[in-house]
């Protein structure tokens, strides 16, 4: 600073052309910027447009979750002891007094108990995590039904992905600290789990634990790893995330003005900075009250956890719910041959769940092949007018549900007084059923979307008015609609499918088609053909429609 | 080959980017951003000093709410428990900590919102876009670059060099695996045995009631109940308790000899009195759930049934094998007592099992 000043002031400085500071700030700005260069940070960020659409808030979900997260978790670890060293409880919870219990736990009673305000952050904690797996995953849902997935994006996906993984890791494993009788159920699935992998599972349990299940090392390492190599690792990718979405400018949906190449939208600064900053203040306060007022994680309630002992309604957290189910619904299929046991019943959901990672890493990729579309994608489309995705995107949804309804089959046997193993079997149908269906139903809902849509563009758009004509009949009146309107309803691309490559080529050798391109054809037919897209009304028809005999 | 395959299907231009070529007639031609609409903040400057009352109003709130935090913090007993309407008996620190921490944040928030809305401006504007890959001269540089560079190091040219530079890169990580290896000792047999194994005819272990630590007699254990066991000499107190009970815990039921199906089963009970793990074969779960009549056990975690009087068969849900059980007699003074190890290993199963 004294330095800026003083070049300011020294007159014949030999290498600064620059014009004097008007004031303090400027100065220090100028100081700052010999330095780190931050002028040309800003030129292009500083007023960077950026489009308006509630659905953009989600992502600022996720970022203000986990801000929260980490202010409360530093907090947290200010009291927490990761140990499974016994001690016996003296402290302000008298259900509790004299019981004997892991460190971990005491300590999480304490900061409910004899910290004050430790039981509000240990909620707000809670509560924001969540949250922000709530967010992350409706956050994707935006992405993937407007396909803002597409080119230039698709690395952005795979980030964000990786972010909603970790996240429900982090999650499940913070859940896991306090050493309750709750959590440390999940924690004897998890060493089930890691014991159903072939050939090395017992290697993996015993390296995890440090010995036999509990042993004394499992907290002590979930806590290194969920406060700070995971989160260590989300930070990376978050920051990485949100350059990414600063450098590529923000999708948009079409309407007048909006095209490929432009972000119509609001400055950065100033009105960007105040919403999205107030609404970091909106999300934390939420938080606040809510955590005031309902509680998460009651652990007192289900004591200290004993490896003989269970609570009976034992639940995770909602977002880890669709692998309760997947294990649930699995039939228990062992083989066993030469000594050896191989356990399906629980190996086949554990695989199932990387699979539907690679599955969901991949599909950016997967839709690029079958359409062949090699263009930057900048205007989002509605979920309508890509019915095969929007309807994948439905079924993966209603199968995440059916998994999450499969993980609390007591519930709702005890609820409606049903036998578990109906619910299990209607379950098991319902889990290759319903996402066909759902499938089925969402591409029609799309496709009828889209016929609206072509009538509304072609004859106006229903004014409720009825009218009687001369010769008796009622019709309704339809309102013409805007440019603006028109525009926005027919500004989307309609692909057409590919062809295969004629079955010989122009001298008559046979040529060789791939089953790769059969397949692709295939595909893109289902995406583009005739089932898949409502042909969008020419100008040629718009024109004959609206010219020609007035419009009724 | 798949590339050109589809790229004349591609519509030659899209109706988005119609509106630079947009001809009059084109019906659906993109009719550029429609003009600002203003809003009442923006001509009735009464309006706009309106709004900034209510802002500053907000950002009042939040300052007074700092406040309430800070007094609640200092006022209220930390072990006070109140009943508030509708949310029940609730902890009135709590409730006023994060009532007030909440209001102090949300009152900021909804000022700085209510501030861009009213009194920022709202008129959009467009900024360009770029295309994200670089013009075909750049490209070209930094491939020729790239080619410089790496003629220069001779990575390509020097081959042993090369080699055993990766060589050396793929070993390298293999101390940090080794340093992995004292994670936890190898597995062994530790998962076959449980701490009954130590019980021999001639050296029985007692089963002792998980809930009094006394020695269990046949008598206690009624038909209907369940009854819960571990060996005696493992106490709460004990160093390993934890590892120590999550196998060798036993149930016990006493069913009617005639009704129980399997003979190996009945055979290693003592008069109806059947042992098993309480530990559930699919991953672990303590077994809970017993209902009298069917002589189904439940394991409260996913619902796997056994029928205790068929060997603990499976009989629903996923668990993938029978409970174990312990072969149970009693000594001269009507104990209960193991004289061996359970007739499986316990808990979930794993590649080694037999
Ligand atoms: C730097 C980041 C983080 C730090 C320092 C941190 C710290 C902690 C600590 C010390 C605990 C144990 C105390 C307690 O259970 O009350 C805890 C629990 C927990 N953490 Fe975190 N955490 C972080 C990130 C996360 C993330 C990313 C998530 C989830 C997505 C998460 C979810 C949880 C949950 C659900 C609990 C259980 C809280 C409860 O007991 O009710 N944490 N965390
Ligand atoms: S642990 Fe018993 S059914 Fe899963």
Known sequence: ?552 | MSHDMSEEKLPEHRGSEGHEVAVHDDPFADPGLPPHEVRRTDIDERAARRAERQVALLFTVSMLATIGFIASYVVFPIDQIVFIWPFGHVSSLNFALGTTLGAALFCIGAGAVHWARTLMSDVEVADERHPIEAPEDVRAKVISDFKAGAEESGFGRRKLLRNTLIGSMALVPLSGVVLLRDLGPLPGKKLEHTGWDAATPAKPIKLVSMNTDEPLKAEDVTVGSLVFAKPQGLSEASEGFQQAIAKDAVMLVRIAPEDIKDRPSREMGFDGILAFSKICTHVGCPISLYEQQTHHVLCPCHQSTFDLSDGARVIFGPAGHPLPQLKIKTDADGNLIATGDFNAPVGPSYWERA
């Open chain 1, 1 to 552: 600073m004294s330095a800026a000043s003083g070049a300011a002031s020294g007159g014949a400085k030999p290498s600064s052309s620059r014009a004097k500071p008007a004031n303090k700030a400027e100065a220090a700005a100028d100081w700052a910027d010999g330095r780190l260069g931050i002028y040309s940070l800003a030129k292009s960020n500083l007023r960077k447009i950026f489009p308006d659409h509630w659905s953009f808030m989600l992502g600022e979900i996720c970022l203000y979750t986990f801000i929260i997260i980490i202010l409360t978790g530093v907090y947290l670890t200010l009291f927490f002891k990761p140990s499974m060293g016994e001690v016996v409880y003296h402290g302000s919870y008298m259900p509790l007094n004299g019981i004997r219990m892991s460190e971990a736990y005491a300590s999480t009673l304490d900061i409910s108990f004899d910290v004050r305000g430790g039981l509000l952050i240990r909620q707000i904690h809670h509560w924001a995590a969540i949250l922000f797996v709530a967010a992350m995953l409706v956050h994707m849902m935006r992405v993937f039904f407007t396909g803002a997935f597409r080119k230039p994006r698709e690395i952005n996906w795979i980030f964000g992905a990786m972010l909603l993984i970790l996240g429900m890791f982090d999650g499940f494993m913070g859940y896991s600290l306090p050493d309750d009788l709750l959590s440390g159920t999940g924690i004897r699935f998890m060493e089930g789990a890691v014991l159903a992998v072939p050939i090395v599972g017992t290697y993996l349990q015993m390296f995890l634990f440090g010995g036999q299940f509990p042993g004394d090392d499992i907290i002590p390492r979930l806590f290194t790893v969920h406060v700070l190599l995971i989160p260590g690792i989300m930070l990376g990718l978050l920051v990485a995330h949100l350059i990414l979405v600063f450098y590529h400018k923000h999708t948009q949906f079409a309407g007048p003005g909006r095209t490929e190449k432009n972000v119509v939208g609001m400055p950065l600064m100033p009105v960007y900075m105040a919403k999205a900053g107030g609404f970091f203040f909106l999300v934390f306060g939420v938080t606040s009250v809510v955590s005031a007022i309902a509680t998460v994680n009651p652990i007192w309630a289900y004591g200290p956890y004993r490896p003989d002992q269970v609570s009976t309604d034992a639940q995770p957290d909602w977002y880890m719910g669709f692998s309760e189910g997947l294990i649930r619904l699995m039939p228990g299929w062992e083989i066993r041959a030469w000594g050896h046991t191989l356990n399906l019943g629980v190996f086949i959901p554990l695989m199932i769940f990387p699979l539907v990672l690679v599955a969901i890493w991949v599909y950016p990729f997967i839709e690029a092949w079958v359409t062949g579309d090699k263009r930057e994608h900048h205007i989002a489309d509605r979920p309508r007018n890509a019915p095969v995705r929007t309807s994948f995107g439905a079924a993966w949804i209603s199968l995440y549900l059916v998994l999450l309804v499969a993980g609390g089959n007591d519930l709702f046997a005890t609820h409606f007084h049903m036998s578990i193993n109906s619910i299990t079997w209607t379950m098991r149908i319902a889990f290759f059923v319903v996402p066909v269906l759902t499938f089925i139903v969402t591409k029609r809902i799309c496709m009828g979307l889209q016929r609206r849509d072509r009538d509304k563009v072609l004859h106006g758009r229903e004014s409720g008015i009825i009218k009687r004509l001369p010769h008796g009949e009622f019709i309704e009146v339809h309102e013409p609609l805007s440019p603006a309107q028109l525009h926005k309803l027919t500004a989307h691309d309609q692909l057409r499918p590919v062809e295969l490559p004629a079955a010989v080529d122009e001298n008559g050798v046979k040529r060789k088609i791939t089953r790769s391109q059969k397949l692709r054809a295939k595909l893109s037919r289902g995406y583009f053909g005739e089932e898949g897209q409502i042909a969008k009304p020419t100008a040629e028809e718009y024109r004959e429609i609206t010219s020609g005999h007035g419009h009724h």
